[in-house]
């Protein structure tokens, strides 16, 4: 919870108003220590807290002379001083006679009834709306992180405020026209948080298949608990049937989407693929170094990306995407023509050993050819022919 950047409310309208002042900040503080701590510090430890405050409150109000509300606030706090210390270190008449049910008689026969729910529910007004805008704070960082672009802060909000033990949401945006979502949202046991549990990602149909009686989509679970996490964009690839990377135990592991295990715990495809072997080929215009981070990023995602080739001495726009079944990266030229290509194993020998700075190192060459599946178009053609000049 370092460096949390909490929602604050303004404070009073009237700063001259000490004792609404200092009820605030102590409400201000109050949710800070629950968004802290939100099953609670021991006992006396909360108690001692909330005496401090208080008492703050009524020496800082006693030093002046004080106005008719501040009074007022000075009865509801000297009230609350005795309670806590009640509770703390009173003997078993004074912690009954300041126990919840005969307090409340005693507020009611003193007819402070509306004294004191003012200044409880001021502080707790503070307090809550605090700690609920933090917590949408949260899930929206959250939603954020798993790619959820859209801002689901107006729903978010209605359903934190509302209190009940789970919600779901419904969610879709435009990076993600093929596919509809279903948020899930479970709040901490013993506590008033929410945190982002799961969400199901579900194939839209198209107004074809509904027609001809086709039903439903792919339905999948993920859970955002466990150690392997998943993109709403690769969520929606692995539905469209492009194929995705995720780290899991410690390697890259390529999935496709199994539609006959749809609905068990693992209803993906492992595949072998060494995507970087393949996108240290590519002639990429402008260093790689510009080009490729985003384009590797792209591509393990389930995405494809237009990026500037180098070819035969002219730069090109191609669009590459992954073709797990030919085990190729897949080329699109700007006249929309696709062009897969299979590559030989690639071979790595060492040709030159130095010794600098007291280190060993090894400096090596990689010999790889292209071999077309498909008749290739001629700035493709130039491709093969100037990487092959380059192996020889």
């Not at 990266?329 to 071979?347: V, Y």
Request: proline fraction near 6%; include cysteine.
């Amino acid at each position: 919870m370092d460096n949390v950047h909490f929602f604050q409310p303004p404070p009073p309208a009237q700063p001259q108003d000490r004792a609404a002042f200092l009820l605030y900040e102590m409400a201000v503080q109050n949710a800070q220590l629950y968004i802290h701590h939100p099953h609670g510090l021991p006992g006396k430890d909360l108690l001692q807290i909330e005496l401090e405050r208080y008492q703050q409150i009524y020496h800082h109000i006693r030093r002046q002379p004080a106005t008719k509300t501040e009074k007022d606030t000075l009865k509801f706090v000297t009230f609350e001083i005795n309670r806590i210390q009640a509770q703390r270190s009173g003997g078993a008449l004074r912690r009954f006679w300041y126990s919840p049910l005969v307090a409340t008689l005693r507020i009611w026969a003193s007819r402070r009834t509306d004294l004191y729910n003012y200044h409880y529910n001021k502080i707790n007004a503070v307090k809550t709306d605090i700690i609920q805008n933090h917590n949408l704070q949260t899930l929206s960082g959250a939603l954020a992180g798993q790619g959820f672009a859209a801002s689901m802060e107006g729903p978010l909000k209605k359903m934190i405020s509302q209190g009940l033990d789970s919600f779901q949401l419904p969610y879709s945006d435009d990076n993600h026209k093929r596919a509809t979502f279903l948020l899930h949202f479970d709040k901490i046991p013993g506590t008033t948080l929410y945190y982002f549990s799961s969400f199901e990602a579900i194939a839209k149909s198209s107004v074809q298949s509904l027609l001809a009686g086709g039903g439903q989509g792919p339905r999948l679970h993920f859970s955002c608990l466990d150690n392997v996490q998943i993109s709403a964009t690769q969520a929606a690839a692995l539905l469209d049937g492009r194929p995705v990377c995720l780290h899991i135990n410690q390697q890259d592991k390529w999935l496709t989407l199994d539609t006959g295990k749809v609905g068990t715990k693992f209803p993906f495809t492992q595949h072998a693929y060494d995507l970087d072997a393949y996108l240290q080929q590519l002639p990429l215009a402008n260093g790689k170094s510009n080009q490729l981070p985003a384009l590797r990023e792209a591509l393990r995602q389930g995405q494809s990306k237009t990026v500037a080739l180098l070819i035969d001495g002219q730069i090109q726009k191609i669009t590459i995407a992954v073709d797990i079944t030919r085990q190729t990266l897949q080329l699109t030229d700007a006249e929309g023509k696709t062009h897969p290509f299979s590559f030989n194993q690639t071979t790595v020998s060492p040709v030159n050993l130095q010794h600098q700075q007291g280190h060993t190192r090894q400096d090596v060459t990689t010999q790889q050819k292209y071999k077309p599946e498909l008749p290739q178009g001629p700035d493709i053609d130039q491709i093969i022919r100037n990487r092959a000049g380059r192996s020889r």
